[in-house]
């Protein structure tokens, strides 16, 4: 497993923008699949972006595609959510994982091994 850190969360304007970031320590992070996924109240957890490990595909959720982008900085271990037009409906806690490695994309939680703990974005006027 790799350990993942969240940040960048917040609270944002209908319209606004947000940048996640997700900090990745352990071994063979070049090799996995990386993923956000999003929980609001209430709800289950659900598939937003995965980037393939090999930076050539990414593939998103129709509810977010062409407002967000997932990009992997394999040099610095990390992962980003940049967060575009923000609507109330985006407001959950926001969680990055990882999958086992060497992997084709795939967009079920149940296919990722390790997780951050969360961070907050509330859109909201």
């Known amino acids: 497993q790799v350990q993942l850190v969240e940040s960048g969360g917040g609270l944002v304007q209908p319209g606004g923008s947000l940048r996640l970031s997700c900090a990745a320590s352990?071994?063979?992070?070049?090799?996995?699949?990386m993923a956000w996924f999003r929980q609001a109240p209430g709800n289950e957890r659900e598939f937003v972006a995965v980037?393939?490990?090999?930076?050539?595909?990414?593939q998103y959720a129709d509810s977010v595609k062409d407002r967000f982008t997932i990009s992997k900085d394999n040099g610095r271990s990390m992962v980003y959510l940049q967060m575009n037009s923000l609507k109330p409906e985006d407001t959950a806690v926001y969680y990055c994982a990882a999958d086992r490695g060497l992997q084709p994309v795939k967009t079920h939680d149940g296919d990722y091994d390790s997780w951050g703990q969360g961070t907050q974005v509330t859109v909201s006027s």
């Open positions: 352990g071994p063979t992070f070049t090799t996995r699949n």
């Open positions: 980037v393939h490990w090999t930076n050539t595909h990414t």
